[in-house]
Each structure stands twice: as C-alpha cells, then as structure tokens.
C-alpha cells in the first residue's frame, strides 16, 4: 500500500503569477502534438507541408479547450449550468471533459479540413497519432492534483490520499467522516490512463499509421482504441459525486460516452477495408 505523494499543485510561483502543473501538462499536450504533426509531415508523399501543421494546432487547440469546457458542463453538470448559465465560462473552477473536447476537434478538424482541401478522414487520420500522449500528460495532471480517483481497492500499487487536503474526495465521494486522515487505499485511476490513453494508444496509433492506410483506418483504431481503454478503466474509477453512477451501481457517464466510440470504431473499420483507399 502506498501513500499519494504531497505534491503542490503550482509548479513556480512568481508573487502573484502562478505556473501550476496542470497547465504545463496542457503545454506539453500540444507541444507533443506540434512535434510528432513536423514529423508525420516531413515523411516522403505525405501531403503536407509543416506550415499547415502550425495552423492545424491552433485549430485543435481551440476545439480543445471550446469542446472540453463546453463538454463537461453539458455531460457532467447541466443541472448547475440551468441555474447558472455562467459556469460555463468559469474555467478557473475547474472541469473539462475528454469526450466534449474530442467533438470540438472534431468540428475544429472539419472546418480545417475544408480550408486545406483534404476530406474530414484525411485529415484525422493524420491528426489521430498526435493526441494520446496529450492525453496522457492530462491524466498526469490529474495525478498532480489529486482529482479523479478510483475506487478502494486491496492492489499493492493502491494509494492512501491524505483527507485534510482533499476534502472534496473524502466528504462528498467516500462519505468518510470528519477528522479521518487518510483514504482507504484508493486505485490510482489517472495512472493507469497515463498508461493505457497515453502511451499504449500512442505506440498502437504511431506503429500502425507508419505504413500506409486504407482511409479511416487510422481513425478507426483511435476511436476503437480509447473507447475500450476508457470503458474499462470505468469499472475501476469513482463516478462524480454529483451524478453517481448511471445504472446497475457500475455504469458511469464515461462508460456511455466511450460506448460510441467503440462502435463508431468498428464501422469505420468496416468501411475503411471495403473501399481500400489508401492514406
């Protein structure tokens, strides 16, 4: 049993400007996506020019942080956002949702597509192999702010979260009573995305768009890929206090939302074979 590292959430303070961990790892999101989008684009008969990648990054960037913010009010706090319409501008309160930032690069993607006269699939299947180690730095972002933990569990690698730091975690998610110290050890969910959204979706998009595609597949494997990622890692994380879980005590918003995903990923697949179309 291990016990969660104190780890303070502003990673530089300069008086009054703060440089907090999680914003880094929104940096090194796009930063990564920057570099491996030069890389992509400099390999012979790819279509691209590394101008186009810079653009293409402003594009995403804003679905990025549009779609996530916009996504987790709607998904995860719409009844907040009836009574209040203005927490959806109220970004310094937290929350951002994966599947609403993935819609907004969706439609950030669609639009670029257009300007760079590329079909939508083209383009994601360039853009798909550049975001899950964003994904995963996000995850460790989580980590850092000790957000988004997962259940009580007995595993070696479980994690003791001290109570009077996160309080949130201890009152309104584990019902805990006041003056306890510590968690019971909890799974340390955002690790185990860090691993499976982050790097294994990475090594599996990377490897298997380095030869050429039928159209779709790359996005295919994507969608294909973090769905199930996701769906299962659900079974082992905390829902939001607020909404608790969905049905039958294990099905969470995230296990709905990723549902489709794995759907979508196997029609695309289907589609991208039949018509053989390569990248």
């Known amino acids: 049993m291990l016990t969660y590292p104190d780890i303070d959430p502003v990673l530089v303070a300069l008086g009054p400007l703060k440089v907090h961990w999680y914003g880094l790892m929104y940096l090194t999101a796009f930063a990564s996506a920057w570099g491996l989008g030069r890389l992509r684009a400099a390999r012979p008969n790819s279509g691209w020019k590394l101008e186009a990648v810079d653009d293409m990054l402003f594009y995403g960037a804003l679905g990025v942080v549009l779609g996530g913010r916009i996504g987790y009010v709607l998904f995860y706090d719409f009844s907040r956002f009836l009574d209040d319409p203005l927490i959806l501008i109220a970004v310094w309160k937290g929350g951002m949702s994966f599947h609403g930032g993935f819609l907004g690069v969706l439609v950030a993607m669609w639009f670029f597509a257009r300007r760079q006269k590329m079909t939508f699939f083209q383009m994601m299947d360039f853009v798909a192999p550049l975001v899950p180690i964003g994904l995963g730095a996000g995850r460790m972002g989580n980590f850092i702010n000790g957000e988004l933990w997962g259940a009580p569990s007995n595993v070696p690698w479980a994690m003791r979260v001290p109570c009077n730091e996160f309080v949130e975690l201890c009152a309104y998610k584990l019902h805990l009573p006041f003056g306890t110290e510590f968690t019971p050890p909890l799974h340390p969910n955002q690790l185990y995305e860090v691993a499976l959204e982050g790097v294994a979706l990475f ?31 659900e079974f082992v994380r905390m829902p939001d206090a607020h909404l608790g879980y969905l049905a039958f005590n294990w099905v969470t918003m995230g296990q709905v939302l990723s549902l489709p995903m794995i759907i979508g990923g196997i029609v695309l697949f289907v589609l991208a074979y039949r018509k053989k179309e390569a990248v």
């Open 203 to 233: 090594l599996l998009l990377w490897i298997f768009s380095a030869k050429p595609r039928p159209v779709m597949a790359v996005s295919a494997l994507f969608l294909l890929g973090y769905g199930i990622f996701r769906f299962g890692v």
